[in-house]
Structure formats: C-alpha cells, structure tokens
T-cell receptor
C-alpha cells in the first residue's frame, strides 16, 4: 500500500497566485484531515472530512478551500496566496467512526513558500 | 472540542537519561489517546496508543498510561538514545473524530 500520498513536495508561490495541494489515500479511510505546521510549532487543523461529500472547518480555515468528491482524494485549494500561508502542510487519514483505536496515517508533507 | 496541554520544550538530554513528557487533555466522551513522533523532515507516525482507562501503550522503549482520573497520558522512556531525537505530539481522539494535537515537544539527545 502507498498509504497517504501528497503532491507536490515543495512549491514556491508568488503572492496572489493560487494552487491545489493534492492528497490521496489508498486505505479506504473515511476520515481525512489537512494540517499546517509552522516552524517550531505544532499542527493546526485546517479542514477535515468524514466522508465523500462532507467537509468541515478546523481551527484555521481562512484562505483555504477543500472538496471531497471521492473517498480517496482530499485536495486543499489556496486562493490568493499570502506570505502567512508559508508553512508545511500535512494530509492525514483514519478509518473513522466505529473504530476507536484507529491510528492516523500521514503524508510526507508539502513545503510551501509564498514570496 | 478536544484540547491538549503538552509539556513545553525544547528538551535536551544526554544518552541513557530518563525522559518524561507530560500531556493532559480535555475531550468529548471517552477518547482514545495517542503519541505521535515526527523525525526531522518527515511526517508524523504513530508511536503508541491506549484506548481505555489504565491501558498502557508501549513501543520502542516508550510507555504511556491512560489516566482517566487525571486526564493525563504522560510519555516516558527510561534510557534515551540519539535516535530518539524528534518532536513528540500527544493527541486525543474523541467522539467527534476531529484529531487534535498538542504543540509538540522537541527532544534532542546528545551523545
């Protein structure tokens, strides 16, 4: 199994540009998450999804959008990139409801710099 | 929603020293508790977990016990190695399945 795959690994954006961070998982997990991790800081939840067609905001959703059209994919869209969005972004997935001891699987991260 | 208070770092230790990282949480319902580890340049990976009160999770010499009465899940290792240098995250998973993390504790082990 590939697990959770994120692309790209690195990206430099100019202020005002847009981009989509891709995340796909092949474990048939219901729950998927997007986090950002600023240097020396913990993870902050941006958006999460409990299944195809359902998304919810996390702690820091402003400036981002998500969609969940399939179980496998959970892309994160940045519109009008700002320097404050410079961060490392992680996607994660879990089995979700009904399986309390489930662990989360993480992608390798996308390092985004906005200049 | 769930929240986590984790011991602040950074923590610097010598090899073979004892490590403890405190974690207390608030969560909806009866959460499962996890410790994740992040090695430099990588994503997070599960270190250990516990799903009910008094359960002890263990892995790679690390241990943590689910203390429901004190809502704590402190991480310990009796003798650390240089390879344990990483960032450690405590994470409760409650009934809303909104996976939240503590701020992380950076641990550096010197030879």
């Amino acid at each position: 199994n590939a697990g959770v795959t994120q692309t790209p690994k690195f990206r430099i954006l100019k202020i005002g540009q847009s981009m989509t961070l891709q995340c796909t998982q092949d474990m048939n997990h219901n729950y998927m998450y997007w986090y950002r991790q600023d240097p020396g800081m913990g993870l902050k939840l941006i958006y999460y999804s409990v299944g195809a067609g359902i998304t919810d905001k996390g702690e820091v959703p402003n400036g981002y959008n998500v969609s969940r059209s399939t179980t496998e994919d959970f892309p994160l869209r940045l519109e009008l990139a700002a320097p404050s969005q410079t961060s490392v972004y992680f996607c994660a997935s879990t089995y979700g409801e009904g399986v309390r001891n489930t662990e989360a699987f993480f992608g390798q991260g996308t390092r985004l710099t906005v200049v | 929603g769930d929240s986590v208070t984790q011991m602040e770092g950074p923590v610097t230790l010598s090899e073979e020293a004892f490590l403890t990282i405190n974690c207390t949480y608030t969560a909806t319902g009866y959460p499962s508790l996890f410790w994740y580890v992040q090695y430099p340049g990588e994503g997070l990976q599960l270190l250990l977990k516990a799903t009910k009160a008094d359960d002890k999770g263990s892995n790679k010499g690390f241990e943590a016990t689910y203390r429901k009465e004190t809502t704590s899940f402190h991480l310990e290792k009796g003798s650390v190695q240089v390879s344990d240098s990483a960032v450690y995250f405590c994470a409760p998973l409650g009934g809303d399945y909104k996976l939240s993390f503590g701020a992380g504790t950076t641990v550096t082990v010197r030879a």
